[in-house]
Every structure is written in structure tokens, then in C-alpha cells.
């Protein structure tokens, strides 16, 4: 029988292309999977991140021994890394009825005392406690300003005391309403709609929605001065947490909603500023950071935030958060338990050691001596375990682990 090479190297050909084809498609469904996976555990999942120490000693079962790069040799390291367990103290039960409260006494007497009191004698009494709540209530506050004449100078010009404060002119909402409004809205999140609704049908007080939203932003620009020095001594300190949270907000003229941003800027054991912005660009930090500011920055791996250091004109020194490492590896679980399970235990030696420090309100030498002898070593074996995870075949770059094992080294400053 005559030999075809050419149609053999057309078969071979075709074979070579539906195997990159099949295996194309196998490595995309195992990355869809990945994500479906994260996805269902963001939606239905438990909100916490929280791992136990069952969970983690689950993860390292039937665990293979790992070899030198995987820390073997740094046994001993680990050893001084664990911290000792304590028993947790036992938290004290508050009261059942705080002791803060006000108290409004009523005395019960029985009928037949109240019908011939003067035939019963007190011997004692008995005393029960119950917490109570009295409803807001609106009322009306009538300003009287007497008008006063001199008695010797007739025609002089009368005397009336001057109105409080005011956010506009012949405005009729009083501070104890606005100060409502505002709780209600920021705090209690209840939006204005539901706040006309509930003063109408309770309390029979028609409030517009359209006057009351008027009123919040008389009272946003009357407290801008507050908002201003909050904002100053949130930056004063050198070290600032930043993060942006993406928010769908109404687009006015656009008949849709628009992608904004709440910028969040806090001061570790201070006070936290809130700035909104439409957008997540590196111009928006312009706005929200001081031009002097010089110090630690806190943030994720945004690349905007970089963008901005570069031109900021104070020095700026980026700081990693481990908060959004230790994310990206949580949601990355069910791809390699046993490594993630590794990682995060690392990671959560490293807050062991600042929950203790914090716990014992230690001041900056003995922080840094803890953290040197305790915090570097777990560091150093991480850095090198992930080093390793960065080229091992078997992970794939685009899988929510390589993922995060790029975004780690990412933020590792040497």
C-alpha cells in the first residue's frame, strides 16, 4: 500500500490543534469553576474571614512534609513564633439595666390603702426595676422677644433681643430637627422618604422630603469647618489608612446610576474622614491628602496610589496592608487548601503578635523589639514560601491563587 506523508502531517497537524483547543478549554473551565467558587462564597457564604484553629489543623492533614524551601529547616523559627495559648478571661456580664439611666419613681399603693389610709401603717417595700423608652415627640418652640423702651429716653431706638442662629432665613426647623434628620439619615441610614413617611403617619407632622433635603445640605455646608479640622488631625499624625469603596449612587441627567467612590481615610486609634468622589483616580488623593503631608501611607495595591506619591511633593512612603494579601488568599481556599492553609497561618501569627502588643499597651521600643523577634522570622519564611508557590508548575498565573501570590509579592518591600 503507497505511504501518504503528506496527509499523515495534515492529520498530525490537525491533532495538534484540537489538543491546544481542548486543553485551552479545560484550563478555562477550571478558572470559571475557581470563580463560581469565590463568587458563591461572597454571596452565601459567612461574611467573617475568621479562620479557626480546627479549620487550620483540618487544612494540614495527611500534609506531605515539606522540603527545605518550604521551611523545613526553619523548624526552630516556628517554635519561637508560637505564641503561648491563654485562657481567654472571662467577659464580665453588664447589668441588666444600666446604671446610667435616669429614674422615673412610682409608687403603687393598694386600693383598699388609698380608701382608709389612715388605718394602714408603712412597714416597708418592695422594690423591681424595668427599662422603659419614651417616644421622640415634635412641639412647637415659640421664640417671644419682648420689645423694651427706655423710661427716660422715649425716642430712642426699641430693644429686642436678637433670634438664635439660623441655617437660612425664616427657616423653621430648629437644631433638635436637624440634628434628627441628620441621625437618622447617616446613622441610622434611614433615607428621607421614609422619614416624611414616618413623621406623617406617627406623628401627624408634614416634613417634604424636598424641604428636608434642603435642610441636610444647609447643615453639610454650616459643618464644613468641623469636617475641615477632622480632616486635619486625621493627617497630622504621619500615618494614614487609605481605601476606596466603590458605591453606585443616582446619576442626576443620566436617568441611570453612575460608579463612585467613598474614600476613607482613618488615623489608627483616631478619628476617620470620609471624602465621596465620582471617580478612583489618583487626582482624587490631590483633594483628599494635605499638599505638607509627609508620613506613612497605608493602602492596597491600587496603582493609582503610587501614581500620586510620585508627584506628591512631601515625602510619602507606601505601606502594604496584609488585610486585602490575607483576602485574596481566603477566597483562594478551595484551589490548594493545604497551601492556603499554610499562608494563612503565617498570617495569622503575624496578628497574634499585634493583638498581644495591643492587648498589653506596649509602647514603641518594646514593638519593635516583639516584632524583630517574633514577627521577621514568620515574615522571612512567608517570603520565601511564596517565592517558591510564584514558579511552581500546577498554579495557574491567571487562578484566583496566582493571583494572589503575585498581588503578595507585589506589595513585599525588600
Same mark, same amino acid.
Given at each position: 500500500?503507497?505511504?501518504?506523508?503528506?496527509?499523515?502531517?495534515?492529520?498530525?497537524?490537525?491533532?495538534?490543534?484540537?489538543?491546544?483547543?481542548?486543553?485551552?478549554?479545560?484550563?478555562?473551565?477550571?478558572?470559571?469553576?475557581?470563580?463560581?467558587?469565590?463568587?458563591?462564597?461572597?454571596?452565601?457564604?459567612?461574611?467573617?474571614?475568621?479562620?479557626?484553629?480546627?479549620?487550620?489543623?483540618?487544612?494540614?492533614?495527611?500534609?506531605?512534609?515539606?522540603?527545605?524551601?518550604?521551611?523545613?529547616?526553619?523548624?526552630?523559627?516556628?517554635?519561637?513564633?508560637?505564641?503561648?495559648?491563654?485562657?481567654?478571661?472571662?467577659?464580665?456580664?453588664?447589668?441588666?439595666?444600666?446604671?446610667?439611666?435616669?429614674?422615673?419613681?412610682?409608687?403603687?399603693?393598694?386600693?383598699?390603702?388609698?380608701?382608709?389610709?389612715?388605718?394602714?401603717?408603712?412597714?416597708?417595700?418592695?422594690?423591681?426595676?424595668?427599662?422603659?423608652?419614651?417616644?421622640?415627640?415634635?412641639?412647637?418652640?415659640?421664640?417671644?422677644?419682648?420689645?423694651?423702651?427706655?423710661?427716660?429716653?422715649?425716642?430712642?431706638?426699641?430693644?429686642?433681643?436678637?433670634?438664635?442662629?439660623?441655617?437660612?432665613?425664616?427657616?423653621?426647623?430648629?437644631?433638635?430637627?436637624?440634628?434628627?434628620?441628620?441621625?437618622?439619615?447617616?446613622?441610622?441610614?434611614?433615607?428621607?422618604?421614609?422619614?416624611?413617611?414616618?413623621?406623617?403617619?406617627?406623628?401627624?407632622?408634614?416634613?417634604?422630603?424636598?424641604?428636608?433635603?434642603?435642610?441636610?445640605?444647609?447643615?453639610?455646608?454650616?459643618?464644613?469647618?468641623?469636617?475641615?479640622?477632622?480632616?486635619?488631625?486625621?493627617?497630622?499624625?504621619?500615618?494614614?489608612?487609605?481605601?476606596?469603596?466603590?458605591?453606585?449612587?443616582?446619576?442626576?441627567?443620566?436617568?441611570?446610576?453612575?460608579?463612585?467612590?467613598?474614600?476613607?481615610?482613618?488615623?489608627?486609634?483616631?478619628?476617620?474622614?470620609?471624602?465621596?468622589?465620582?471617580?478612583?483616580?489618583?487626582?482624587?488623593?490631590?483633594?483628599?491628602?494635605?499638599?505638607?503631608?509627609?508620613?506613612?501611607?497605608?493602602?492596597?495595591?491600587?496603582?493609582?496610589?503610587?501614581?500620586?506619591?510620585?508627584?506628591?511633593?512631601? /515625602? %510619602?512612603?507606601?505601606?502594604?496592608?496584609?488585610?486585602?494579601?490575607?483576602? +485574596?488568599?481566603?477566597? $483562594? &481556599? !478551595?484551589?490548594?487548601?493545604?497551601?492556603?492553609?499554610?499562608?494563612?497561618?503565617?498570617?495569622?501569627?503575624?496578628?497574634?503578635?499585634?493583638? /498581644? %502588643?495591643?492587648?498589653?499597651?506596649?509602647?514603641?521600643?518594646?514593638?519593635? +523589639?516583639?516584632?524583630? $523577634? &517574633? !514577627?521577621?522570622?514568620?515574615?522571612?519564611?512567608?517570603?520565601?514560601?511564596?517565592?517558591?508557590?510564584?514558579?511552581?508548575?500546577?498554579?495557574?498565573?491567571?487562578?484566583?491563587?496566582?493571583?494572589?501570590?503575585?498581588?503578595?509579592?507585589?506589595?513585599?518591600?525588600?
Amino acid at each position: 500500500m503507497a505511504e501518504h506523508p503528506k496527509h499523515d502531517k495534515d492529520l498530525e497537524t490537525q491533532l495538534a490543534v484540537v489538543t491546544g483547543q481542548r486543553d485551552a478549554a479545560l484550563l478555562e473551565i477550571k478558572l470559571l469553576r475557581a470563580k463560581l467558587d469565590a463568587l458563591a462564597r461572597r454571596i452565601f457564604g459567612k461574611k467573617s474571614e475568621q479562620l479557626s484553629e480546627a479549620q487550620l489543623q483540618l487544612l494540614f492533614q495527611e500534609e506531605v512534609a515539606p522540603g527545605p524551601a518550604m521551611g523545613k529547616e526553619s523548624g526552630p523559627e516556628e517554635t519561637e513564633t508560637q505564641l503561648p495559648r491563654s485562657s481567654k478571661p472571662k467577659r464580665q456580664r453588664a447589668p441588666r439595666i444600666p446604671e446610667h439611666l435616669p429614674v422615673v419613681e412610682e409608687v403603687l399603693v393598694p386600693e383598699v390603702v388609698k380608701a382608709e389610709p389612715g388605718q394602714w401603717r408603712k412597714i416597708g417595700e418592695e422594690v423591681s426595676e424595668q427599662i422603659d423608652f419614651e417616644p421622640a415627640k415634635f412641639f412647637r418652640r415659640r421664640l417671644v422677644r419682648p420689645k423694651y423702651v427706655h423710661r427716660s429716653e422715649v425716642d430712642a431706638v426699641l430693644v429686642v433681643a436678637a433670634l438664635p442662629p439660623v441655617l437660612q432665613e425664616r427657616c423653621i426647623a430648629a437644631p433638635g430637627l436637624l440634628a434628627q434628620i441628620l441621625v437618622s439619615k447617616y446613622s441610622d441610614h434611614m433615607p428621607l422618604y421614609r422619614q416624611e413617611s414616618i413623621y406623617e403617619s406617627r406623628h401627624g407632622v408634614s416634613l417634604p422630603r424636598q424641604s428636608m433635603a434642603r435642610w441636610v445640605g444647609l447643615a453639610a455646608d454650616w459643618l464644613q469647618p468641623i469636617d475641615e479640622e477632622i480632616r486635619k488631625g486625621v493627617f497630622e499624625k504621619g500615618y494614614v489608612q487609605v481605601d476606596e469603596t466603590p458605591i453606585r449612587h443616582l446619576d442626576p441627567g443620566w436617568g441611570k446610576t453612575g460608579q463612585g467612590y467613598l474614600w476613607t481615610c482613618l488615623r489608627p486609634d483616631g478619628d476617620v474622614f470620609y471624602r465621596w468622589e465620582t471617580s478612583r483616580a489618583a487626582e482624587c488623593l490631590k483633594r483628599i491628602i494635605p499638599v505638607d503631608f509627609s508620613g506613612k501611607l497605608q493602602c492596597d495595591g491600587y496603582e493609582g496610589y503610587p501614581c500620586f506619591a510620585k508627584k506628591h511633593a512631601g /515625602e %510619602l512612603v507606601l505601606v502594604g496592608c496584609w488585610a486585602h494579601v490575607r483576602r +485574596a488568599f481566603f477566597e $483562594a &481556599q !478551595s484551589e490548594a487548601p493545604k497551601l492556603v492553609g499554610f499562608i494563612l497561618r503565617q498570617i495569622q501569627l503575624l496578628y497574634a503578635v499585634e493583638k /498581644e %502588643l495591643k492587648q498589653a499597651k506596649a509602647g514603641p521600643q518594646l514593638k519593635e +523589639a516583639r516584632r524583630a $523577634a &517574633q !514577627s521577621v522570622p514568620v515574615l522571612q519564611r512567608l517570603h520565601r514560601v511564596l517565592l517558591l508557590l510564584k514558579n511552581r508548575r500546577g498554579i495557574l498565573p491567571q487562578s484566583g491563587f496566582g493571583k494572589a501570590i503575585r498581588y503578595a509579592l507585589g506589595e513585599w518591600r525588600s
